[in-house]
């Protein structure tokens, strides 16, 4: 049997009996039997029995045990805290006791929020989160808008050719010269193009030359004109690459590749797209104006012959589309992905250089 | 969603006792976390439509109750066990479920079991969970408030046996009769602590012509406060503004008539009890008979409350151990039950 303490006004005294037999020697004390103790706590004098005995097993659960001996201790006036430590004490452990107490007695240290371990593995799934986010971010952004950053990337290319070192007027070069620092042959300007110059041209375009037809550029202080003498030389889209024809000194060339710089001086491009199923067509100028836009039916074509290029074109359905350029297949495979086709068609690709 | 369960990784399941007075919160693992009063104190921007921000929650706002300047509003969004003003009272529990968890790094989102009295109406008992959710709870179980209570007091809910438990809170009362998990019989009255301090304030501004606040009807019933006429008279001096006069006067009470002023909100709660053993079954009712009526809540602190209700019934009344956290503790045991048996094992929704 456990010690009980008991306070008795300043002293302290220790019993070395349970708290039922206590309140049972209290109520003694005071000459009280067990009936009137029951009828004062309405209980049966069984119960009051069993109370003072120390059979608390007998009793029905801690919660009302606790109950009739804080009240039992209030009768008698005693005071009740000592009583039910000494209760506690006695009670084998109870299976409704928080968790927590169970967890302390196993000795597994417990992991909060604030330990470094979590803290740490937070951070790094936080970061980890960010990462994927951005990603998702990125790929969402190039499938919302196709073409966007193609977009701002012609732009920013279409700002920089007009830029004015490239709208000077470049000084005429000794005849036989070529090389990186090439003058281009042929000259081709946007229609919004607000530059005199380009009227010229225009003017030049229209006058339709014929094969053979040279083609000159002169440029000085006065500007740039076009001159097309007969007999004077033309150049082959391969020689345009790298070689340039300046004024003044005319270059003679064979006859099929003045016949196809004739097909391109008459029309400086043809794009044309065959749609043999129904397709999804974007075609946006290197000023981001659009051009061709929208769904096309199978059998329909469509021809591409105004706008500054590059060229971006964005083709739904890749395989439902052929695309001839200037008379010549355009393969679509290496700029397909996903049946759609994203490609860029500049001056090179033109044939314009 | 799954940000919300990665949240939840890094919060405590709680047990909200969201009541009229106080609010308490039981973190598994923890105990009792949080035990401060459901007020909220608003300030209102200057100018017409100014904007409305939260200047204090819990305690800090209790102390200004009646003391705040004229852009300064403190309220209680819980009137009766019930909510009152729902975005005040999703503020409250915001600023109190995160004040709960230590970690600052990501914002908690906790699995939460709201307390809710068992004759709040299906509208009262959705807004209550809407408003846990809108602070951050990742799930919301409700659980009716005698049940937690009963649970709470270490009462053999699970048995084959009627335990009978009354639980005072500050806005209502509840008594039900409880067997094999489940409420045989329950019901809610709107009286609770709050109508003590109203029928405080009342007797005094009847008898003596003074008006006094609620805080010091609070105290006044707290010092003195008694259910059932004992052999000591307490006594307490107060002060309030005489209403004749115009200006603060300061005069005594005693316990007897704090009794006297009492006797309508604890009749009100007598017959609560008497109409719940009438409507009991007769095997259950001859159990709690037996064993007796389990009281919680804060008003079961109320002085021989337990010997009122003892002897208007004849039957064993006790006092639970700490009633004041019982509801919030059972509703954790509660969610731990839930786990470890399935949530079928209580009503809860």
Same mark, same amino acid.
Request: hydrophobic share 40%; with cysteine.
């Given at each position: ?219 000085? @202080? ?33 006859? @099929? ?39 096309? @039916? ?56 | ?191 609770? &602590? ?35 006429? &004992? ?119």
């Amino acid at each position: 049997m456990n010690a009980l303490l008991v306070a008795e006004g300043d002293g302290e005294t220790f019993v070395r009996q349970g708290p039922g037999a206590y309140l049972k020697a209290a109520r003694e004390e005071r000459g009280w039997d067990v009936t009137h103790i029951a009828n004062a706590m309405h209980l049966d004098e069984d119960t009051v029995e069993a109370l003072e005995a120390d059979d608390f097993e007998s009793l029905t659960s801690p919660v009302f045990v606790q109950g009739y001996l804080r009240k039992y201790a209030r009768l008698v006036d005693t005071p009740s805290e000592p009583l039910l430590r000494a209760y506690r004490d006695l009670r084998p452990p109870d299976e409704s006791e928080p968790r927590q107490n169970l967890r302390a007695a196993a000795g597994k240290p417990e992991m909060h929020s604030n330990h470094a371990f979590v803290r740490i593995v937070s951070f790094v799934v936080i970061c980890l989160m960010l990462g994927l986010l951005f990603v998702w971010w990125q790929g969402h952004l190039q499938d919302a808008e196709p073409g966007f950053l193609e977009r701002a990337m012609d732009r920013i290319g279409g700002e920089e050719a007009a830029s004015p070192e490239d709208a000077e007027p470049l000084p005429p070069m000794p005849a036989g010269i070529s090389g990186d620092d090439v003058v281009q042959p042929f000259i081709y300007h946007g229609e919004e193009t607000a530059d005199p110059a380009r009227d010229e041209i225009e003017t030049a375009e229209d006058l339709k030359p014929t094969p053979g037809e040279a083609q000159t550029v002169e440029q000085g @202080g006065a500007g740039e004109t076009q001159a097309e003498p007969e007999g004077a030389p033309a150049v082959t889209e391969a020689e345009a690459s790298d070689q340039t024809t300046v004024a003044g000194a005319p270059q003679a060339v064979s006859e @099929g590749e003045a016949a196809a710089r004739s097909a391109t001086a008459e029309d400086p491009y043809r794009v044309v797209f065959h749609f043999d199923r129904t397709s999804w067509v974007d075609v946006r100028d290197g000023n981001g104006r659009l051009l061709i836009v929208g769904e096309k @039916g199978g059998g329909l074509s469509e021809q591409l012959t105004s706008g500054e290029p590059p060229f971006a074109v964005v083709l739904g359905r890749a395989d439902a589309v052929r695309v001839e350029v200037n008379g010549a297949p355009f393969d679509l495979a290496p700029h397909s992905r996903k049946n759609v086709a994203r490609f860029k068609l500049d001056q090179g690709a033109l044939g314009l250089n | 969603m799954f940000l919300k369960r990665l949240r939840g990784i890094f919060s405590n399941d709680l047990s909200i006792d969201l009541g009229t007075a106080n609010t308490l919160i039981y973190a598994r693992g923890q105990g009792i976390v949080l035990d401060e009063p459901s007020v909220v104190a608003i300030r209102q921007d200057r100018g017409h439509g100014g904007a409305r921000t939260v200047a204090a929650v819990g305690l800090e706002a209790k102390q200004m109750l009646g003391r705040t300047p004229a852009n300064i509003t403190a309220i209680r969004p819980l009137k009766e066990g019930v909510i009152a003003d729902f975005t005040v009272t999703e503020k409250m529990l915001q600023h109190f479920i995160h004040k709960v968890h230590e970690t600052r790094i990501i914002r908690p989102s906790p699995r939460v079991l709201v307390c809710v009295p068992c004759g709040s109406t299906q509208v009262e008992r959705r807004a209550i969970k809407e408003s846990a959710a809108g602070a951050g709870a990742r799930e919301v179980y409700l659980i009716e408030e005698p049940m937690s209570a009963a649970i709470g007091a270490g009462l053999p809910v699970d048995e084959a046996r009627g335990s009978m438990v009354l639980d005072i809170g500050g806005g209502t009362s509840e008594v039900a009769i409880i067997s094999l998990n489940g409420i045989v019989y329950a019901n809610s009255v709107r009286i609770g &602590g709050d109508r003590f301090d109203e029928a405080i304030v009342s007797y005094v501004r009847r008898n003596y012509g003074t008006l006094i606040g609620d805080a010091t009807a609070e105290r006044i019933k707290k010092e003195i406060g008694s259910a059932y006429p &004992g052999d000591e008279v307490k006594e307490i001096e107060v002060k309030g503004r005489n209403l004749a006069e115009g200006i603060p006067r300061s005069f005594t009470l005693n316990s007897n008539e704090i009794l006297e002023a009492l006797q309508e909100p604890l009749s009100g709660i007598v017959g609560a009890v008497k109409a719940a053993l009438e409507q009991t079954p007769p095997e259950l009712g001859a159990d709690v008979a037996e064993r007796g009526i389990v009281l919680t809540g804060g008003g079961a602190l109320l002085r021989d409350l337990d010997r009122l209700i003892e002897e208007e019934t004849g039957l064993p009344v006790l006092v639970a151990e700490d009633p004041l956290t019982c509801v919030a503790r059972g509703g954790g045991r509660a969610l731990e039950l839930i786990d470890e048996r399935g949530g079928e094992i209580f009503s809860v929704e």
